[in-house]
């Protein structure tokens, strides 16, 4: 049955039935030079033709189409509703209006200036829209999103919502305006995602966000070079199984912004391809996170809670991970990767910082890793001949113990110079690990800033280390150094614990305090002293100092020998 209609004013009382038997390609248009009401349109489950309604909106007219109660068109053809117009009048359905088509095999296009569909029992199959309004569409079932689009002077909030089911898309969604925030929501419970993978070219901006609620796996892809502003995310909502995941992810040279809060169940991957990553509000909650920007790109991620990271990939940019009131860990599961920072690295939590992946490469040529946390901290880099210092950042301040350990053999731990700061108010350990193929380490630990303080004691590894502290210097056990060389630029230097330590050469100055050793010690080689006082009576000269008196170079004040 192919219909072409055109009248003035209302239709009146209009029933249609399209048969079953429409021929593919075939389109029959009903056209209304006025406000009209589309009802009582039915079609048999084989039509294939496509029908469209059209009101003929016009810059005076602004009429409106509006679809009313028994519109059944189960047919494969495409139905269009439309105002004729982009720029002008409305497209909208009522409370009574539940329209029908084939959930699987039809679609229904809306075009309009502003399209209103609100009916939840409506059941559409695969949708597109074009509009330079607004569009609020509420679907129950699957929603499957065709090529769809706003254009440059629409303006207003969107939202495309699925009562009971998932939402995906077959097409671009192109959104041009400049305030034009859109929302997606998915049914609340039985696992229900949102996954838009296509290239989609949203004007992104602060005012034209991507909002995201679902149940289910959700993800959202873009291709456009202005960035990606998510707004309200929710993955996982709040009564759904742990590890609903979501992925982000910026095809181009674009962004990845947030403006408020994100909040996702499960693994939460932020991929920017060419350009920054920053989710940096205070009230984001992830599950364990992948994020990489394999360009020149930074990341920078802020967490209320405890942050659990997978993978990070900055390329040669840098990464700054905050979180707000819990820890810093690397994640648990199997398949954790490893991170991987060109540039950068600021690590800051309120409790403890425990990145101990194997894999780790924190970049030291020219860049340097700064930790802040309430508790403890402990880092590993496994650095690399291109990459082989692991550098402590100036303002490091670590609450509890500290260990940082670089597992590269022949590599070093630097702080950043004579005027950087480290602050650890437990133990501290630095430890190079990586050997020269015998049992011996073969790196540097070289902390050479003059404030530095490490309050409850230090232990060192490697083959050669030279400490700086602006106070009290306290070597602790399991020291292994082959060259060790030690200043208490304004304090003492002693020995505490328990257990020894072992050294080839041990240099120590203190010259404004004392020396002390309360704990076996084993040097190898000799001892150079520099003080004011030294007391060496818990140390045998046969046993821990291999028969090699120590050399006294200005012990001005009290000085007590080893035993015999």
Do not use: H
């Not at 509006?66 to 494969?76: E, F, H, Q, R």
């Not at 008196?549 to 000085?559: A, L, T």
């Amino acid at each position: 049955m192919l219909v072409t209609a055109n009248g003035t004013g209302s239709l009146g009382a209009l029933t249609l039935n399209f048969g079953g038997t429409g021929t593919s390609g075939t389109t029959s248009t009903i056209t209304n030079n006025s406000s009209w009401t589309v009802s009582n349109v039915t079609s048999g489950s084989n039509y294939a033709g496509d029908v469209t309604f059209n009101a003929a909106a016009t810059s005076s007219s602004k009429n409106n189409l509006t679809i009313g109660s028994n519109v059944v068109l189960p047919g494969t053809g495409k139905i269009t509703f439309t105002t004729g117009n982009l720029n002008y009048g409305t497209v909208a359905d009522t409370a009574g209006s539940v329209v029908t088509l084939n959930a699987t095999q039809g679609s229904a296009a809306f075009t309009g200036n502003n399209i209103s569909i609100s009916n939840a029992s409506s059941v559409m199959g695969t949708i597109a829209f074009t509009s330079n309004g607004n569009v609020s569409y509420t679907n129950n079932g699957n929603i499957i999103l065709a090529a769809s689009s706003l254009g440059a002077t629409a303006s207003g909030a969107n939202t495309i919502q699925s009562v009971t089911g998932n939402i995906s898309q077959t097409g671009v969604l192109t959104v041009l305006g400049v305030n034009t925030p859109i929302a997606f929501l998915a049914s609340t419970t039985n696992n229900n995602g949102v996954v838009l993978t296509q290239d989609n070219l949203i004007n992104g901006s602060a005012k034209n966000t991507i909002s995201i609620t679902a149940s289910g796996n959700s993800a959202y892809y873009s291709k456009n070079d202005n960035g990606i502003y998510l707004g309200t995310i929710n993955i996982g909502y709040n009564t759904s199984p742990v590890g609903s995941q979501f992925t982000v992810c910026a095809k181009s040279t674009a962004n990845i912004n947030e403006t408020s809060g994100m909040y996702v169940w499960g693994n939460t991957s932020l991929i920017a391809s060419g350009g920054n990553i920053v989710m940096t509000a205070a009230g984001n909650n992830f599950g364990a996170i992948t994020a990489t920007a394999t360009s020149t790109g930074n990341i920078s991620i802020t967490e209320a809670a405890t942050s659990s990271y997978l993978k990070v990939n900055t390329g040669t940019g840098s990464f700054t991970a905050q979180s707000v009131t819990g820890d810093i860990i690397t994640a648990t599961q199997t398949n954790n990767s490893a991170i991987a920072v060109g540039g950068n690295s600021i690590i800051n939590a309120a409790g403890q910082i425990s990145l101990t992946n194997s894999g780790d490469i924190f970049n030291g040529v020219g860049n340097s890793t700064t930790l802040t946390s309430g508790s403890n901290a402990t880092l590993i880099g496994t650095q690399s001949a291109s990459n082989a210092y692991l550098v402590i950042g100036n303002g490091t301040n670590v609450k509890g113990n500290l260990s940082v350990t670089n597992t590269y053999s022949g590599g070093q731990i630097n702080d950043q110079g004579s005027a950087s700061s480290i602050a650890v108010g437990g133990t501290s350990a630095f430890l190079e690990t990586g050997l020269n193929g015998s049992s011996v380490a073969n790196g540097q630990v070289n902390l050479t800033g003059q404030n530095n303080v490490f309050t409850g004691g230090l232990s060192i590894q490697g083959f050669i280390a030279n400490i700086y502290t602006l106070g009290n210097l306290v070597i602790l056990p399991v020291s292994n150094v082959t060259n060790a060389n030690y200043t208490s630029l304004n304090g003492n230097i002693s020995t505490a614990g328990t257990g020894g330590s072992y050294f080839g050469t041990l240099n120590l100055n203190a010259p404004f305090g004392s020396i002390t050793f309360n704990n076996s010690i084993i040097i190898n080689v000799g001892m150079t002293l520099t003080g004011i006082n030294a007391d060496l009576s818990f140390l045998s000269l046969a046993n821990d100092l291999k028969g090699n008196s120590p050399n006294r170079n200005g012990i001005s004040g009290v000085y007590k020998p080893p035993v015999p």
